[in-house]
């Protein structure tokens, strides 16, 4: 897991072949589009999101195995959960492999705060509970196939 603000994000380029074109481009936007952007086909998306928060009660821990998340903050304070993949032994749902999506009912060993202009990545081995926030979160979350 790596959070940072994308000032630094030149930093991460070197981590998987797309970051740097991703990077670049979320550097680059100033808000949230009105419609998913295709990058690359099925390699590299982004999903635009605006929703009221929620609970830390209220959020569960996911994790994927086929696409790293990149979770870029454009307005509003976002909290995320985290806990290691290999430290998740309560699967609530099992990994669903078209979805590439799997549930855990254990509970975040840390919470990271994602800030405007903040981005947080998220490999396979990271599992992650989102959208915890008192008010309205507008953010971007690219899927970056592994």
């Known amino acids: 897991m790596v959070l940072d603000v994308i000032e630094n994000s030149k930093r ?14 979320l550097s680059l936007m100033k808000t949230v589009g009105s419609e998913n952007l295709v990058i690359d086909g099925e390699m590299v998306y982004i999903i635009f999101s605006q ?8 959020v569960f821990l996911e994790a994927h195995k086929k696409y790293i998340d990149i979770h870029f903050c454009f307005e509003g304070e976002e909290e ?4 290691a993949v290999q430290h998740c032994i309560s699967p609530d749902k099992p990994y669903d492999e078209e979805k590439d999506f799997m549930t855990f009912t254990d509970k975040p060993e840390s919470w990271l705060s ?17 959208m915890v926030s008192d008010g309205l979160v507008k953010k971007a979350v690219v899927k970056v196939a592994v």
């Open 114 to 130: 994602l800030s405007p202009g903040s981005f947080a990545i998220f490999f396979p081995e990271d599992a992650h509970a989102l």
């Open 12 to 25: 991460y380029v070197t981590l998987h072949p797309h970051f740097r074109s991703v990077l670049e481009t």
């Open 51 to 58: 929703q009221v928060g929620k609970r830390r009660e209220e």
């Open 80 to 83: 995320i959960g985290w806990r």
